[in-house]
């Protein structure tokens, strides 16, 4: 059973701090065979990524949308994820060929999209929850008497950047 933290919760994390999302969208949802096979790919790149702890990958969250399914992820290095994308024994590199070649031959069935932020400061709270996002990714910890507001846990919310 899932540990639900009934204090008021707040994310602990000194580091580079990248955050992903990555997000496919079914302009023609009776083209399954155009996003289902991209859409299959995402669990073996996750799981790829979560079985090595030197990946970078510090964890995700799956959630879906009207347009379609939206995972946002947290890296501990810009340049890892980059190395990932770029990797040719990597999960990602066929996937994102095997898209492409589809894509060609059904212009506009799918969409795949992607943002990615180097974040220097992180506020989060969490009410009745269990670690979740940040605070599932880093550390969850309890709000102190210094982090009461919103304003106070930005002012010390400050990660480390790397020199790149």
């Known amino acids: ?9 707040t994310h602990r994390y000194e580091g580079e701090l990248v955050v992903f999302l990555i997000g496919m969208r079914f302009n023609r949802p009776w ?10 790919a995402m669990p073996r790149m996750l799981t790829e990524l979560s079985k090595d702890p030197d990946s970078g990958l510090m964890g995700f969250r799956l959630s879906f949308s009207g347009d379609g399914p939206l995972i946002v992820q947290y890296w501990n290095s810009r340049e890892k994820l980059y190395a990932y994308a770029s990797a ?3 999960e990602h590199r066929p996937a994102w060929t095997a ?15 992607h943002e990615t932020y180097q974040v220097d400061r992180a506020e989060t709270m969490y009410v009745g929850m269990p ?3 940040l605070a599932r990714a880093t550390q969850a910890v309890p709000v102190g008497k210094r982090a009461d507001r919103a304003a106070q846990r930005m002012a010390e919310g400050r990660t480390r950047q790397s020199d790149g």
Not at 99 to 113: E, S
Request: glycine share 10%; net charge positive.
């Open 1 to 9: 059973m899932t540990h639900i933290h009934t204090g008021r919760m």
């Open 31 to 40: 083209r399954f065979d155009k996003w289902l096979p991209a859409f299959l």
């Open 88 to 90: 040719p024994t990597a």
């Open 99 to 113: 898209f492409n070649q589809r894509a060609r031959k059904a212009a506009g069935a799918v969409g795949i999209w």
């Open 131 to 133: 670690a979740i996002g």
